[in-house]
């Protein structure tokens, strides 16, 4: 099937990146990105490219090269799905607040609503195309609402196949990560149907590393390899603690571990825990799937990662604590970062958010800094907006404020604490920075961003994740 036009649902981090990349690499197709957020359209739309809702390094420059031509945004999603040869769904799948599987299970009412629609709107056959992460055998759902909903319109040459086309791009790299992948993965039931997915792809991925699976090894290979990567990062975290508790050295460790080919080098950097919108939600899923399926000793295998990183993100909060005479109360702590990796905006699940919350309970003024999250955001993710310091001598306990130049943040700072690796934060020269900080001063480095070589002990305290002669 020759595909001219793609619709696809859900302009957020993953549609707007993706439909990009597919855009500027197949002039030949027209690419609609669909959104029930008008605002968030309007941001896709603006003049100015600083303005996209999501800021992505190369991403605006995709944008500005095809955005009216061959790429659009817009709320039109009836009329879009009506002109689609291939439907992306490409929307939130939260964990669930409330009901049965509360608190692990995926939300699928954002999906289930998409497939209402295509099965509404489309007007001949349809390719829709699982971009979300979901959970096994959802394929299956949206196949029975689709053929349900439209059931009498199939006859007339109305129908649907369904693929499972996961995303595997990491934000801050995402661009890079959709033009050179690593693999892309579809998985479907027929042949037709997942040549013409590939055909796109093959318009600059090579053949070789398009992998066609069925639909329920694709749609559990994603959650899989997420769950791999944040098993990763809890292991190392825990051997932090062990470095930390007994003179090595995690960075040391984490090389001789990583030289081991079989193991490699990556994502065995320790931190303050990870974050972002997927690990823990997919995880939980996962330890949802398992109890669902009978299998209690694989759901505490997958829940006992997620439990590791809720502990190293209490452990850096509490030892901020001690480190500061077991009392930070009315204490200035300026916070380095707020996302939950650098080069993106995006602050879903950053440890910031816990380990800030942590030090406002205890009665500490936060002056936080990113250069990419803005205050509105921080408001909203800590549930609490900020307040002003009558002086910045006589910070308002257990309150925050955002400060745009990190000098600015640290002045009477009793602590600085380095939460995001953003690379502006390695370039300080502490032991000139510090003479601004009140004494005792203490920098805390949870992202391993400082060499102890530059510091001065005469002029501040150092702590760094998983340093045993911390
Ligand atoms: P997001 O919240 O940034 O974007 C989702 C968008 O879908 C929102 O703008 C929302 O308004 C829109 N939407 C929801 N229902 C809609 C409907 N019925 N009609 C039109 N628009 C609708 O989410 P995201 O980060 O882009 O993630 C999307 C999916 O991709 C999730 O399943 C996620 O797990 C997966 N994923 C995310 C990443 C990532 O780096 N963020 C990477 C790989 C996979
Ligand atoms: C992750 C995966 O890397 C992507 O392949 C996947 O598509 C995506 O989730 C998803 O499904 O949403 P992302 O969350 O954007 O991508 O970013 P990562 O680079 O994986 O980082 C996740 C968290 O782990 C961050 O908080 C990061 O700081 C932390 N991390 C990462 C570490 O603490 N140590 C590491 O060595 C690597």
Not at 17 to 43: F, G, L, Q, W, Y
Not at 339 to 345: E, Q
Request: proline share 4%.
């Amino acid at each position: 099937m020759d595909i001219k036009n793609i619709c696809c649902i859900g302009a957020g981090y993953v549609g707007g990146p993706t439909m990009s990349v597919i855009a500027a690499k197949c002039s030949h197709i027209r690419v609609d990105v669909v959104d029930v957020n008008k605002e968030r359209i309007e941001k896709w739309n603006s003049k100015d490219l600083d303005n996209l809702p999501i800021f992505e390094p190369g991403l605006s420059d995709l944008v500005k090269k095809c955005r009216g031509k061959n790429l659009h945004f817009s709320t039109q999603v009836e009329k879009k799905i009506n002109d689609a040869d291939m439907v992306f769904i490409s929307v939130n799948t939260p964990t669930k607040k409330n009901g049965i599987g509360a608190g692990k299970a995926s939300d699928l009412k954002w999906v289930e609503a998409c497939a209402r629609q295509v099965a509404t709107y489309s007007k001949k056959h349809t390719i829709v195309v699982e971009k979300s992460t979901l959970p096994v055998r959802t394929a299956e759902v949206i196949k029975s609402i689709l053929n349900e909903t439209a059931k009498n319109d199939l006859k007339k040459g109305k129908t649907f196949d369904v693929l499972s086309n996961p995303e595997f791009l990491a934000e801050g790299s995402a661009i890079n990560d959709l033009i050179n992948p690593d693999r892309v993965l579809i998985g479907g039931e027929n042949e037709i149907a997942i040549n013409s997915l590939s055909e796109i792809y093959l318009n600059w991925v090579p053949e070789s590393k398009i992998i066609r699976t069925n639909l329920w090894s694709s749609e559990l290979a994603k959650l899989s390899a997420n769950a791999f990567l944040a098993q990763r990062i809890s292991s190392i975290n825990s051997i932090s603690a062990i470095c930390e508790a007994t003179g090595a050295d995690i960075r040391e460790v984490s090389k001789a571990i990583g030289s081991d080919k079989r193991i490699g080098s990556r994502f065995l950097n320790s931190g303050p825990g990870f974050g972002g919108s997927c690990f823990k939600k997919d995880i939980l899923n996962l330890v949802y799937l398992s109890e669902y399926f009978g299998l209690p000793e694989v759901a505490n295998f997958w829940e006992g990662v997620v439990r590791l990183n809720d502990w190293q993100q209490n452990r850096i909060s509490q030892l901020v604590v001690k480190k500061l005479f077991g009392n930070i109360s009315g204490k200035k702590i300026t916070i380095l970062g707020f996302a939950f990796k650098a080069n993106t905006n995006d602050t879903r699940e950053s440890p910031a958010i816990k380990i800030c919350n942590d030090l406002l309970e205890e009665g500490a003024f936060l002056s936080i800094h990113d250069p990419k999250v803005s205050p509105e955001q921080i408001s909203s993710d800590l549930g609490l907006n900020q307040n002003l310091p009558i002086t910045p001598k006589y910070p308002i306990e257990g309150n925050w404020r955002f400060t745009h130049k990190v000098e600015e943040a640290l002045i009477d700072a009793d602590a600085a604490l380095i939460l995001t690796e953003w690379p502006e934060y390695s370039k300080i020269n502490w032991n000139n920075a510090s003479r601004k900080m009140r004494k005792p001063a203490w920098l805390f480095d949870s992202r391993s961003i400082i060499d102890p070589k530059d510091i001065n002990k005469q002029e501040i305290n150092f702590w760094r994740v998983g340093d045993g002669i911390n």
